[in-house]
């Protein structure tokens, strides 16, 4: 039996999956709060309750993406090219088992491009940025240890990164297309 503690929990879940959907389905700038209380079948009242106002809810969304992007990358026990395999099939592993995971990958690339946005969110998608500047280290580590191929280390950080994008996006969209091996987005970077 679910405690009360538990349904206002599963309650929640349902508000971000549901807001989270019509997010990157009609857009930040289209999606009203009386449309994510009538998709989630509840009243304004109650929603409310749970989030203050549509910009909470989407502070909630975009915290739960930024702290998915504070993964840490560093070569200490395994080479820098097993570090990008080890998140490829990780990132892979999650679109492919939580459709939520998929979607927040289209609403944090939709929410880097919103002038609007207050600079508190603009600065928890900074990590983005921060992420690509850990590769683009991380990737001239392996072109010295000549595991990784030559070329511009941040074109290829944009390379690999892009595509995992790419990928989660299209997941996100057609969540029956299959996943493709993460040994492929590898073979961008790999020597």
């Known amino acids: 039996m679910n405690t009360r503690q538990q349904q206002k929990e599963q309650r929640r879940q349902l508000i971000l999956q549901t807001a989270l959907d019509l997010f990157i389905r009609k857009g930040y700038g289209e999606t009203k709060i009386a449309d994510i209380a009538k998709a989630a079948n509840m009243s304004m009242g109650l929603l409310f309750y749970y989030f203050e106002s549509k910009e909470k809810l989407y502070e909630a969304l975009i915290r739960i993406g930024s702290e998915k992007l504070k993964m840490e990358l560093h070569a200490a026990a395994v080479s820098p090219l097993r570090t990008f395999q080890y998140v490829a099939e990780d990132i892979f592993q999650t679109i492919s088992a939580n459709p939520f995971a998929a979607k927040m990958f289209v609403l944090m690339e939709n929410a880097q491009h919103l002038d609007s946005l207050p600079s508190d969110f603009k600065e928890m998608l900074a990590e983005a940025d921060k992420l690509m500047t850990k590769s683009i280290s991380l990737i001239e580590e392996g072109q010295r240890l000549n595991e990784i191929k030559d070329g511009n ?25 299959p996943c493709p091996d993460a040994e492929w987005i590898i073979d961008i970077i790999r020597r």
């Open 153 to 177: 280390p941040q074109a290829l950080a944009i390379a690999f990164w892009n595509s995992l994008q790419g990928i989660a996006q299209h997941i996100a969209l057609h969540p029956n297309a």
